[in-house]
């Protein structure tokens, strides 16, 4: 068990939808990450949130965004969702210094439909 | 379910033999980097980590091989288990403007009896 807890660990949903994820990081880790995995893309950086500001950018959609509240915990909303957003999306937190360990989450399993 | 993507590179060994997964890593700024083994349906764990002042570390059962010239990185496990399948990332971590880890392609690690 890494400590970092996500939910829901599946959801299925219909296209156009909008779906919120939720992760929480272990103690005392002030840096969470989000990380979409699919079957033809590997394991994609989204964004990355320290201590409830935006610190880093990756491949995140327009529909998708992210926030991390004063109790450290994140959320990723994803909206107008299309069959192509189904796939694994990853919560991983550190302390926030580089060199640090960074620790993942089981994940939530997304199935547009 | 499946979790990753139906083209990774295969590597299958023999229980008991030693196994060499390979990653060459695309930016020569990265100062830090962390091999994760991922089986089927969970998180990337945490194996180890080896950072740019260093080229070589060991743990229990696995070595880390860093060679900056080349940008390339490995992960050798001694004495392969069963237990050891999985597929193997490594990770690269840029503190030049952030601190997001960023992914390999991943190696699929099969053990046969």
């Not at chain 1, 299309?82 to 550190?94: H, I, K, M, N, V």
């Not at chain 2, 570390?57 to 050798?76: A, E, M, P, Y």
Request: overall charge negative; hydrophobic content about 30%.
């Amino acid at each position: 068990d890494s400590g970092v807890t996500q939910t829901p660990k599946h959801l299925i949903t219909a296209t156009g939808q909008r779906v919120t994820l939720r992760c929480s990081p272990r103690s005392g880790d002030l840096s969470v990450y989000w990380y979409q995995q699919s079957l033809d893309q590997g394991l994609q950086f989204l964004i990355q949130y320290y201590n409830g500001e935006e610190r880093a950018k990756g491949n995140i959609l327009e529909r998708f965004s992210a926030q991390q509240f004063p109790d450290l915990h994140s959320e990723l909303n994803l909206s107008s969702l299309e069959l192509g957003d189904s796939a694994l999306y990853f919560c991983a937190s550190t302390s926030g210094s580089t060199g640090n360990t960074i620790y993942f989450g089981e994940g939530s399993w997304l199935t547009v439909v | 379910g499946e979790s990753v993507g139906l083209h990774l590179p295969t590597l299958s060994v023999q229980e008991g033999d030693n196994s060499i997964i390979n990653c060459a890593y695309s930016n020569s700024a990265s100062d830090y980097f962390i091999w994760y083994k991922q089986e089927s349906g969970k998180g990337p764990q945490f194996i180890i980590d080896i950072r740019s002042n260093m080229d070589k570390r060991q743990g229990q059962r696995v070595t880390v091989l860093l060679n900056k010239t080349v940008k390339h990185l490995s992960l050798q496990i001694a004495a392969t288990q069963p237990g050891d399948s999985a597929v193997y990332f490594c990770a690269e971590n840029t503190a030049y403007n952030t601190d997001k880890l960023i992914f390999g392609t991943g190696t699929r690690l099969q053990v046969f009896p």
